[in-house]
């Protein structure tokens, strides 16, 4: 593999990764990515930024071009005020970044709770049942093998995962915990998938002969995410 990513993935310099490298390194690079996407959307609103800060007046107009988007607009201001975190009235990046990516912010899960009800809860009861969840996509009548697939790996989905109290219905708590970010389970999966894979003798270490002739984990396609400038916004997560 690529030496200049395992020298930044190798964090204690013993030549192996260990599950925690690994860990900090799939967070990382999924870090640098939220950030590098909040970095492009702040700069197309770079006319309208004043001295760091961005207004609601402004993102609205530059946002929504007409009163038809009302439902979005409300959802938008919902977020804001809840991101706007030392309640200016404007966006600073860092509260920027948050309003783009509520998901992973405890603090924010009163909106993504909201938002994800607001879009599946067909019969508003506060709750999401099993066919709201699946969807009012699926038409029964044109549904073809693949369809039914998908509507079954739902089904288990719903009742092995999401419905943790088995009340046929997912309450906010359980629409939360689906909802939100949790990057600790995310990337545990990830480097169980990899250790499995090409850990050949089951030490929990990644030595360079394990590692050689498989890249594709470790390759990044956007070379942007290996730029040690990004570090600059770690901070983002504090
Ligand atoms: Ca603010
Ligand atoms: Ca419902
Ligand atoms: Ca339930
Ligand atoms: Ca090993």
Known sequence: ?????????????????NRTELFIWFRTLERRR???????EWNDYVNFIKNGELTWSDYKTET???????????????????????HSGTL?????????????FSFMSK???????????????ERISLQEFIGINH????????????IEHLEREFRNIRDKDNDGYLNRDEVREWSMIDDTKFTDSKVDDILDELDLDKNENLDSKELVNFSKHFDIEDSRLLNAELDT??????
Request: proline content about 1%.
């Open 1 to 17: 593999m690529n030496n200049k990513i395992f020298i930044q993935i190798d964090l204690d310099n013993n030549k192996r990764l």
């Open 34 to 40: 939220l950030a590098l996407e909040s970095i492009d």
């Open 111 to 125: 909106v993504v709770v909201d938002e994800a009800l607001n879009d599946l809860d067909e019969d508003d009861d």
């Open 233 to 238: 916004y770690s901070n983002l997560y504090n």
């Open 64 to 86: 929504f071009d007409n009163d038809k988007n009302n439902e979005l607009m409300r959802r938008d201001k919902n977020r804001w005020l809840l991101a706007d975190k030392n």
């Open 139 to 150: 038409n029964t009548e044109d549904m073809d093998e693949e369809d039914e697939k998908e």
């Open 92 to 104: 600073d990046f860092e509260e920027w970044h948050v309003f783009l990516h509520p998901e992973d």
